[in-house]
């Protein structure tokens, strides 16, 4: 049930009393997130941070430690291009665009209307006894209205609003800083299988050259049928791999030509020769946990939907209590056109309203425990999100710490081998063994520089996965945001 009060002749000091009494904005005050992780705020560094690692600021645009122009290019173009950051950004127009609508919901309106009605009716409605009546009326008329934000729903669905609108743009910068690892990953992975792609081939030309000496031994009667088979399988296999090596070059073109909103094959001729894997620089900066915390979009965007589900709860509560509105009517009209230009036809009427639920079963109160209940899951979504945060950064930084020494020993084993070549080549020529030995002491170098290659890319992976778990790739710039506000 619903009670409607026209207050006729409202006092000023009515009127200020009421306003006074509800000047507070009911609900709870939003002072910050609440610590999902309170050791990360005391402690100054990580603590899976190896060696090479300095708890200094890093820098936004990280992909540019790596020293590849065609790198930046690509990271660059997707930024401009990539419908990912296209949709990012709508979902950014969209949130402040419903901002600026519940904004408006503390303004006055107002309307107006003309209105040229025409009545034919029975004269013994009209009262003249019989026949009909004709009559035509002309009105020009203006309303305002304006509802007092008493108890403050109206800021309160404003400051939820806000809150999902810096969420939107939160959600764009996440988009980037996932989009610049991508990017990075399959870039890496691309010049890592064209590398090894350049090794198998002279793999295949000795595993050939090793099938022809086992040939010849057999059709001479020295060697029996199983080595020539070994070698004929041993080369088949090297002819595979390097079929696959390039089905794979071909499928992360076309990844990172979709990754950058262009067709794929789109860039092949950019990506056709072959390029160095790129290497992280020697010291990583990685700041400390605190740091992250602030830097991570994903957590920025958990932290203000947090603040938009406990604004909700105040909207609601404020629907609970009595609302206050003001409306006026101005009008001009009569029976002729004329009517609508003549002040003295001018009416006015104003109407100051109180409307208040005293009864609607508890919907009010449902409405509150299920904005209480959307609250608690925001929260818990927001204390797993930071939680995930660190767990990621530190695992990033443990793999990242294990991947540096992998790569050190691998090219330690590929330096030793070239020096067995070497060595064995010297012997080929002093005549003291055949060629086939010397071959197969080449082949087994390649097979270590391929694994040194395949191991390069993984530190450069691990460096990248270390950058996107520190919640780079995004600049304020960007999204319009700032962390830190």
């Not at 080369?235 to 499928?251: D, M, Q, T, Y």
């Not at 965007?301 to 909207?315: K, P, T, V, Y």
């Not at 109180?354 to 509150?368: E, S, V, Y």
């Not at 020096?419 to 055949?434: D, E, H, M």
């Amino acid at each position: 049930m619903t009670a409607s009060l026209l207050v006729r002749n409202i006092s000023s000091a009515t009127l200020l009393a009421a306003l006074l009494a509800g000047c507070a904005t009911v609900g709870h005050d939003y002072n910050g997130a609440p610590e999902a992780a309170p050791q990360a705020a005391g402690r100054s560094a990580f603590v899976r941070a190896g060696d090479g690692v300095v708890a200094t600021a890093p820098a936004a645009r990280w992909w540019k430690s790596l020293g590849d122009p065609v790198l930046d290019q690509l990271v660059e173009a997707a930024f401009i291009d990539s419908p990912g950051i296209a949709a990012a950004n709508a979902r950014i127009a969209q949130s402040r665009a419903a901002l600026a609508a519940n904004r408006t919901a503390a303004l006055p309106t107002v309307n107006t209307s003309f209105a040229a009605p025409y009545l034919n009716v029975p004269g013994n409605i009209a009262g003249n006894g019989g026949g009909r009546d004709e009559i035509n009326a002309y009105n020009l008329g203006f309303d305002a209205s304006w509802e007092i934000d008493l108890f403050g729903g109206t800021r309160r669905k404003i400051e939820a609003a806000s809150a999902r609108a810096e969420a939107a743009e939160a959600g764009a910068a996440d988009a980037r800083v996932t989009l610049s690892a991508e990017i990075a990953r399959a870039y890496v992975g691309l010049r890592a299988r064209q590398a090894m792609l350049g090794l198998q081939d002279r793999q295949i030309e000795i595993d050939r050259e090793l099938v022809s000496l086992a040939r010849q031994r057999f059709a001479a009667g020295t060697t029996p049928q199983q080595p020539l088979n070994s070698a004929e399988a041993q080369a088949f296999a090297s002819e595979a791999e390097v079929a696959r090596s390039r089905a794979e070059i071909a499928v992360l073109m076309d990844q990172i030509a979709v990754l950058t909103g262009k067709e794929p094959g789109a860039l092949d001729t950019l990506l056709a020769t072959p390029g160095a894997v790129p290497l992280p620089p020697a010291q990583i900066a990685v700041a400390d946990p605190a740091t992250l915390l602030r830097s991570r979009p994903d957590i920025r965007m958990a932290e203000r939907q947090l603040a938009a589900a406990n604004a909700d709860i105040g909207a609601k509560i404020a629907d609970k209590f009595p609302k206050i509105s003001f409306l006026g009517l101005l009008g001009l009209g009569g029976q002729n056109i004329g009517d609508v230009f003549d002040p003295a036809n001018i009416v006015g009427i104003a109407l100051p309203q109180i409307k208040w639920n005293l009864f609607d079963g508890g919907r009010a109160n449902r409405q509150i425990d299920s904005a209480k209940g959307a609250y608690a899951e925001a929260e818990a979504t927001y204390r797993q999100t930071v939680l995930a945060a660190l767990q990621d950064a530190e695992a990033s930084l443990s793999r990242f710490g294990a991947q540096r020494v992998a790569f050190g020993k691998a090219l330690d084993a590929e330096d030793r081998a070239r020096k067995n070549v070497n060595l064995q080549q010297q012997r080929l020529q002093a005549g003291t063994i055949g060629k086939s030995d010397s071959l197969t002491a080449e082949r087994q170098a390649l097979q270590l520089a391929m694994a040194s290659a395949s191991s390069r890319a993984e530190l450069t992976s691990g460096f990248i996965a270390v950058e996107k778990a520190l919640g780079l790739g995004w600049s304020v710039e960007q999204t319009g945001s700032d962390p830190d506000k």
